[in-house]
């Protein structure tokens, strides 16, 4: 399995664009530096907070496909986009990510505030196939081809 990072994206703010990054430092406890999670700034309900969001290019390519839907330049809203590993599979695992160690939180069904900032069709689009949230363990760099290594499987 070659697992690797293919984009990162941030948005310094609820409600902001995300732009691209080519590096990104990540923060233990508390997520991307200059994202809106890793700030506080993020739009979510109570307990609802990731610090780390991925999705899979995979799943991407899947929806372009499917017509109807652009997701290009982070309107997915999420942080890192990976290929090569199925990332509902990290569920109960750790992994590093560059430089940094993150641990599977839960899976990130999309919600209507997506739809709000992107296209109404979004929800739908991403349904059943839009990522995973993570806890930064250990900060460290992580930048665009960074392998992705799993190391436990409990």
Not at 1 to 26: L, Q, W
Not at 89 to 102: D, I, N, Q
Request: aromatic share 4%.
């Amino acid at each position: 399995m070659d697992a690797r990072v293919v984009n990162i994206f941030v948005a310094p703010k609820g409600g902001a664009g995300m732009g691209s990054a080519s590096s990104i430092e990540a923060i233990a406890g508390h997520g991307l530096n200059g994202d809106r999670y890793c700030a506080q700034t993020g739009h979510w309900n109570d307990g609802d907070e990731c610090q780390v969001t991925l999705i899979e290019q995979e799943a991407l390519d899947e929806i372009a496909a499917a017509g109807g839907v652009e997701i290009s330049n982070g309107e997915h809203r999420r942080n890192i986009v990976t290929s090569g590993i199925r990332l509902e599979e990290l569920a109960g695992k750790k992994f590093r990510v560059g430089g940094a160690l993150l641990e599977f939180d839960r899976p990130r069904p999309p919600c209507g505030y997506i739809a709000a900032l992107t296209s109404r069709k979004m929800t739908k689009a991403l349904w059943g196939r839009s990522g995973i949230c993570a806890r930064v363990l250990e900060s460290g760099p992580i930048q665009i081809d960074d392998h992705i290594v799993v190391l436990t499987t409990e």
